[in-house]
Nanobody, 124 residues
Framework: QVQLQESGPGLVKPSQTLSLTCTVS??????????WSWIRQPPGKGLEWMGA???????YYSPSLKSRTSISRDTSKNQFTLQLSSVTPEDTAVYYC????????????????WGQGTQVTVSS
């Protein structure tokens, strides 16, 4: 059974960088052909795919967030990390990490394992 757990600060000030870590257990983030994504849900809105890191280490980003987003990994800890720079209150959301097989990272219905989500509020 694969488990994902998000961690990071719940409050970030405007203009700062939001940093979250997803710790994976029960499966390796380097296993062919899984992709590991960050997905968020702002209050009152739908889910938004932000980006993914593949089993190979390749990264993929939403065009709307690409300039502010970076995803990296630490294979020794079986973790992957999201960094979102220059945050504004519009980045307030519940942030999820999740797993999908093959390159279907755009299709949220294809994800088979999700973390429980972590609330991040951007406020001064």
């Amino acid at each position: 059974q694969v488990q994902l757990q998000e961690s990071g600060p719940g409050l970030v000030k405007p203009s700062q960088t939001l940093s979250l870590t997803c710790t994976v257990s029960g499966g390796s983030i380097t296993t062919n052909y899984y992709y590991w994504s960050w997905i968020r849900q702002p209050p009152g809105k739908g889910l938004e795919w932000m980006g993914a890191i593949a089993y190979s280490g390749s990264t993929y980003y939403s065009p709307s967030l690409k300039s502010r987003t970076s995803i990296s990994r630490d294979t020794s800890k079986n973790q992957f990390t999201l960094q979102l720079s220059s945050v504004t209150p519009e980045d307030t959301a519940v942030y999820y990490c999740a797993r999908v097989y093959s390159g279907s990272y755009y299709y949220l219905d294809e994800y088979d394992y999700w973390g429980q989500g972590t609330q991040v509020t951007v406020s001064s």
